[in-house]
C-alpha cells in the first residue's frame, strides 16, 4: 500500500515567521529580491529547511522520504538528521517518536527505489523568447542526471494545446536501452515552436487527469509511487486554456493529491501567476541565463543525490496516518516540514 504526502499544513503556515525554509527539493538559492540577482523565486522558499518528499505505509510502519539543506544550502545527509523527532497525528494528541534505535530508523534511499513519478510540462507558446529553450534543454538533462536511477515520467509540451511527448515510461539503469533513449529523446527541445496562444491550464490540467490523452488513472495525481513531482516551464502569460479555466480548483488538485510543483519562468514571467500554481508545496525559479539556472541544478543533484528515508515503527500499525511533523536540530537552529497525509492507493 502506497500513501503519499498532501498539502503542507496549517503548522507550516504559523511558523513561517519564525525559521528559514528551503525550497522543496532543489532551489538553493538566496531570497533576498536583489534586482541584480538573476534568480529569484518565493519568498517563503529559501535555504535551511525540511522536506518530506514523500511518504508511504509500508506494512504497518510509516516511511518518510526527506530531504533538505542548512544554512549554506549544503545537503543534509543520513548523518545530519540523527537528531530527528517525527510528531504522529495532531496537537495534542500527536505521538512522538525519536531516534531511540527502536521505534526510528534512517538511512540513505537507494538508487533502485522506486519511489518517484515525474511530469515534465513545457510551455511552448509565442511569448516565449526562443532563447529560453536553450536553458530549458540543459534544466531537463540535468534533472534526469540527478534523478535516483528508477523513476517514471511523462513529458508534455502545449500552446493552444497540450500535446504528450512520452507516455508513462519508467526509466533503465543502461543509458542505452530503449526506455532511457525515449526519455532522453522526449526532454529535448522541439525544433519548431509552436508560436501560438498560451493554454497554461489546460496543460497542467492534461498531466494531472489525462482527461484527453489517456485513461484517468493515467493522470499524475492518480500514481501510487511515494513521491510525485511536476516540473513546469512557463511564462504564465495564460491566455488560451478552453477545458480548464479556474486556476484555483488546479492548485487544489496540486496540493491534495501529493504533488511537488516546481514552476519555472523566464524573464518575462508573470510571477504572480507562477507563484499561485506553485502553491503551497512548491516553487518558483525565475531565470534569465542558463549559467545562473545551472548553479541552483547543481545544488539540487546534490540535494536529491542524499536523499534520506525514515522509517518509523509505531506502537500500533498504520492504514493510514493524518498529520505527520518532521523536526531536525541543524545547528542552533530547528529545521521541520509538517505533511498531511491520507488515501491508500490500491
Known sequence: MTLSRSSISSTFSTFL?????????????????????????????????????????????????????????????VSDLQAISVDIGDEPNAQTYTNDGTNVSIGAVAPGDKILSLTFLSDYSGS?????????????????????????????????????????????????SAASLAIRNAVEVETVIWKNGTALLDGLGEVLLRSQTGDPSDGLIQRCRPARMLIVFSDGLENASTLHTDQQTLVNYLEQNNVLTIMLGGESAD???????????????????????????????????????????PDTLYDTVDTVTLRVNAGQELVFDTATVGGVCP
Open 128 to 176: 516565449i523568447p526562443e532563447t529560453e529553450f536553450d536553458v530549458l534543454r540543459g534544466i531537463h538533462n540535468n534533472i534526469l542526471d540527478a534523478l535516483p536511477s528508477i523513476y517514471e515520467i511523462q513529458v508534455f509540451i502545449f500552446s493552444d494545446d497540450p500535446k504528450m511527448k512520452l507516455d508513462w515510461t519508467e526509466s533503465d539503469t543502461d543509458p542505452t
Open 17 to 77: 515567521s519564525l525559521i528559514i525554509t528551503i525550497p522543496l527539493v532543489f532551489l538553493l538559492v538566496s531570497c533576498t529580491e536583489d534586482p541584480d540577482d538573476p534568480v529569484q523565486f518565493k519568498p517563503t522558499s529559501t535555504i535551511n529547511k525540511l522536506f518530506i518528499v514523500g511518504s508511504q505505509i509500508d506494512n504497518g510502519d510509516l516511511v518518510l522520504y526527506v530531504n533538505g539543506t542548512d544554512t549554506d544550502g549544503t545537503p543534509f545527509t
Open 271 to 313: 510571477l504572480a501567476t507562477l507563484n499561485a500554481l506553485a502553491g503551497n508545496l512548491g516553487a518558483v525559479v525565475q531565470m534569465s541565463n542558463a549559467s545562473a539556472i545551472d548553479a541552483q541544478i547543481t545544488n539540487w543533484k546534490d540535494s536529491l543525490s542524499n536523499m534520506v528515508s525514515v522509517r518509523i515503527k
